[in-house]
């Protein structure tokens, strides 16, 4: 070869380098505008939460039960379904003033009636407006039938649609849906959750409806569009290492051979560049790549830890309304194979043992029995009190967080998950299980994304203060980028930038 041609041929490492910053430049131009969009919505995530009816929220808001209504039992209840398996839920309350057993089953969600004993197989538009009016107490404006919309697109919603959407004459405007086909109340969202949700979770998520009903092409998109935009924001955090000089500084003095717009860009970058590196990796790890870092949980857990019959005992109705006097709800589980009944909405959970209808309070030999028995082949190496939160049980404090209760019990065993099962020692039931997986998953995710980090958790205003700060951050890198990438696209003399040389 020529001297001469070998002198025109760049070295790979001078290519590299230009390739890198092509890169970095085109992923800008591209999705900065997603990055500021992602800080800005998070922000507002941590103060208005995702639509959602839990238990908590069911409970709360329930009428207590009308015992002298109450003329079928659980187990008369339970067998008008003839289901060949226990429920995974059985619960009974109040709905528009009428007791009402509810199942989750195998087939789905069922309803029967605690007054008449007839299943439930539909409720028309008339019952849906009493069952959302008395919920709220408030009269109705408006009843639609919808399949989906933005609050209930979720796989975990197509199961229970379509539904009743009733917008109600309520100071906060809300929206209730009740179950077309059980009359079950399955959301609720209000004018406040909706507006602030349009600037928070649902550009966070790119959770819109047209997009989210349909789960892979949606989870798809998440994940190419933080996985391109982790990778640029490397290339970039590296530029920006490459390109400053702390012991030989510029002419002007700087760190930085760049001037305006670019010079914050850079800056700003090497100091909030991980921050947003591992909040973009830890988004695009929650999409569960190459089926992420969860746990490969045991299914069998939950149904050997409570061996349950595929009916229920009978109960006297009334020592069960003595019992449960005031309670806006009863549930009906088994626990180590023994029918219970746990009364819920009247202060602390109350346990009764189902074939006598006396109080009882599992001791800890007991529970660790069951435990040892849903977890064969497995050791018992470990069981702990947890009085006190710690690294892996604790509670943010943000209104998208269930509050885990305490005191816990956590059994840990030796099997190949080293999984970890946290029980409630006041009524035996399984709260969870967590295996190595899971605990990687605690830091890679929830610590990396949330920050929800052990000495921040210590003072809950102190997490807010560092997110606000490092969140600051990066929309400066991002905003900044929008503006160069704006210049690079429309380049103008006056506002190109000028290396410092």
């Given at each position: 070869?020529?001297?001469?041609?070998?002198?025109?041929?760049?070295?790979?490492?001078?290519?590299?380098?230009?390739?890198?910053?092509?890169?970095?430049?085109?992923?800008?131009?591209?999705?900065?505008?997603?990055?500021?969009?992602?800080?800005?919505?998070?922000?507002?995530?941590?103060?208005?939460?995702?639509?959602?009816?839990?238990?908590?929220?069911?409970?709360?808001?329930?009428?207590?039960?009308?015992?002298?209504?109450?003329?079928?039992?659980?187990?008369?209840?339970?067998?008008?379904?003839?289901?060949?398996?226990?429920?995974?839920?059985?619960?009974?309350?109040?709905?528009?003033?009428?007791?009402?057993?509810?199942?989750?089953?195998?087939?789905?969600?069922?309803?029967?009636?605690?007054?008449?004993?007839?299943?439930?197989?539909?409720?028309?538009?008339?019952?849906?407006?009493?069952?959302?009016?008395?919920?709220?107490?408030?009269?109705?404006?408006?009843?639609?039938?919808?399949?989906?919309?933005?609050?209930?697109?979720?796989?975990?919603?197509?199961?229970?649609?379509?539904?009743?959407?009733?917008?109600?004459?309520?100071?906060?405007?809300?929206?209730?849906?009740?179950?077309?086909?059980?009359?079950?109340?399955?959301?609720?969202?209000?004018?406040?959750?909706?507006?602030?949700?349009?600037?928070?979770?649902?550009?966070?998520?790119?959770?819109?409806?047209?997009?989210?009903?349909?789960?892979?092409?949606?989870?798809?998109?998440?994940?190419?569009?933080?996985?391109?935009?982790?990778?640029?924001?490397?290339?970039?955090?590296?530029?920006?290492?490459?390109?400053?000089?702390?012991?030989?500084?510029?002419?002007?003095?700087?760190?930085?051979?760049?001037?305006?717009?670019?010079?914050?860009?850079?800056?700003?970058?090497?100091?909030?560049?991980?921050?947003?590196?591992?909040?973009?990796?830890?988004?695009?790890?929650?999409?569960?790549?190459?089926?992420?870092?969860?746990?490969?949980?045991?299914?069998?857990?939950?149904?050997?830890?409570?061996?349950?019959?595929?009916?229920?005992?009978?109960?006297?109705?009334?020592?069960?309304?003595?019992?449960?006097?005031?309670?806006?709800?009863?549930?009906?589980?088994?626990?180590?194979?023994?029918?219970?009944i746990s009364i819920w909405g009247r202060g602390p959970t109350a346990l009764l043992d189902a074939k006598s209808g006396n109080a009882m309070v599992p001791d800890q030999a007991h529970i660790v029995a069951i435990a040892q028995r849903a977890m064969p082949g497995a050791r018992l190496t470990e069981v702990d009190r947890l009085e006190q939160p710690d690294r892996y049980w604790y509670s943010t404090g943000d209104l998208r967080?269930?509050?885990?209760?305490?005191?816990?019990?956590?059994?840990?065993?030796?099997?190949?998950?080293?999984?970890?099962?946290?029980?409630?020692?006041?009524?035996?039931?399984?709260?969870?299980?967590?295996?190595?997986?899971?605990?990687?998953?605690?830091?890679?995710?929830?610590?990396?994304?949330?920050?929800?980090?052990?000495?921040?958790?210590?003072?809950?205003?102190?997490?807010?203060?560092?997110?606000?700060?490092?969140?600051?951050?990066?929309?400066?890198i991002s905003l900044s980028g929008i503006v160069i990438g704006w210049r690079r696209l429309f380049p103008h003399k006056k506002t190109t930038a000028r290396m410092v040389a």
């Open positions: 070869m020529p001297v001469s041609e070998a002198r025109r041929r760049p070295a790979p490492g001078r290519v590299a380098r230009r390739w890198l910053y092509i890169f970095h430049r085109w992923t800008g131009i591209v999705l900065c505008l997603f990055f500021a969009i992602w800080f800005l919505s998070g922000l507002v995530m941590l103060y208005v939460s995702f639509p959602s009816f839990r238990a908590g929220e069911r409970v709360a808001t329930a009428a207590p039960i009308d015992w002298g209504q109450v003329h079928v039992g659980p187990g008369q209840a339970l067998a008008r379904l003839n289901e060949t398996q226990f429920p995974t839920e059985m619960r009974l309350g109040m709905t528009a003033g009428e007791p009402v057993y509810r199942f989750v089953t195998q087939a789905g969600r069922r309803a029967v009636s605690a007054k008449t004993g007839g299943e439930i197989h539909g409720v028309d538009a008339s019952r849906a407006r009493q069952i959302a009016g008395m919920l709220v107490g408030a009269p109705a404006l408006s009843v639609d039938l919808v399949d989906h919309d933005q609050w209930v697109v979720t796989r975990s919603y197509k199961a229970m649609a379509p539904f009743w959407r009733v917008r109600l004459a309520d100071a906060a405007a809300t929206d209730v849906y009740v179950s077309q086909k059980t009359g079950e109340v399955v959301q609720n969202t209000t004018a406040h959750e909706r507006f602030w949700n349009w600037l928070g979770a649902v550009p966070h998520w790119i959770y819109f409806e047209a997009l989210r009903v349909f789960q892979e092409p949606w989870r798809q998109t998440v994940l190419w569009t933080s996985g391109i935009g982790m990778l640029g924001a490397v290339a970039g955090f590296w530029i920006g290492w490459m390109r400053v000089r702390l012991a030989r500084r510029y002419k002007s003095g700087s760190v930085s051979p760049y001037r305006g717009w670019m010079k914050w860009h850079h800056v700003i970058g090497l100091f909030g560049g991980v921050f947003l590196i591992g909040w973009v990796f830890s988004g695009w790890l929650s999409m569960s790549p190459w089926g992420g870092l969860g746990d490969k949980r045991r299914a069998d857990v939950a149904s050997l830890y409570t061996d349950a019959r595929s009916g229920f005992p009978a109960t006297d109705n009334a020592t069960l309304a003595r019992a449960a006097q005031g309670a806006r709800e009863v549930r009906f589980a088994y626990l180590g194979g023994d029918p219970i967080d269930d509050s885990r209760p305490l005191p816990i019990l956590r059994l840990k065993f030796d099997d190949p998950a080293r999984t970890w099962l946290h029980i409630d020692p006041a009524t035996g039931a399984l709260l969870g299980q967590l295996g190595s997986g899971g605990r990687s998953h605690r830091w890679l995710f929830n610590a990396l994304h949330s920050l929800d980090l052990p000495w921040l958790l210590i003072w809950p205003p102190a997490r807010h203060i560092f997110i606000w700060f490092l969140s600051c951050a990066g929309v400066v």
